[in-house]
């Protein structure tokens, strides 16, 4: 096999790697309906701040295999408060997010998107820079 052909296989194979990297590195965040005042369809401000207090207990009881985070989007005409969570054991995703669900409906919080996150916005989620609003 010539030079040129080996390089081009090489560059295949450390490309692929990189893609597959970057696929396993994307952890699944759940999103829940957000508390805005304006809006009687909303969530209830008691109970979502009482799901995200749940989360946190399931943070240290999972070893911090969750991250839960909200955002205040209020002003001074209305409240406005988000609510997500990361789950970062990817082994264990299917399981925790049942429970987060349980957790959700126990609280009649109910579940708006998933979404997910790099290894950077969770560094930047637990340093609490990744955005400028968080709780």
């Keep these: 096999m010539s ?4 390089k081009m296989i090489d560059k295949v194979k450390n490309f ?8 396993s590195n994307n952890y699944k965040e759940i999103e829940f309906v957000c508390h805005n005042s ?3 369809t ?7 701040l009482n799901l995200y207090n749940d989360l946190k207990k399931l943070q240290k009881e999972t070893g911090y295999k969750v991250l839960p985070y909200m955002q205040d989007f209020s002003d001074d005409e209305h409240n406005e408060l988000s609510l997500a ?3 970062l054991d990817k082994s264990k995703e299917k399981q925790l ?4 669900i349980q957790l959700a409906n126990k ?3 109910e579940f708006d998107l998933y979404s997910e996150r790099n290894d950077k916005q969770i560094d930047g989620l637990i340093r ?3 955005y400028d609003n968080m709780i």
């Design 85 to 87: 969570v990361v789950i």
């Design 107 to 109: 609280h009649g919080i």
């Design 128 to 130: 609490g820079d990744l």
């Design 3 to 6: 030079e040129d052909i080996r």
């Design 38 to 40: 304006d809006n009687e």
């Design 42 to 48: 909303s969530s209830n401000k008691t109970s979502q």
């Design 16 to 23: 692929k790697q990189f893609v597959n990297e970057q696929q």
């Design 97 to 100: 997010e049942q429970v987060i």
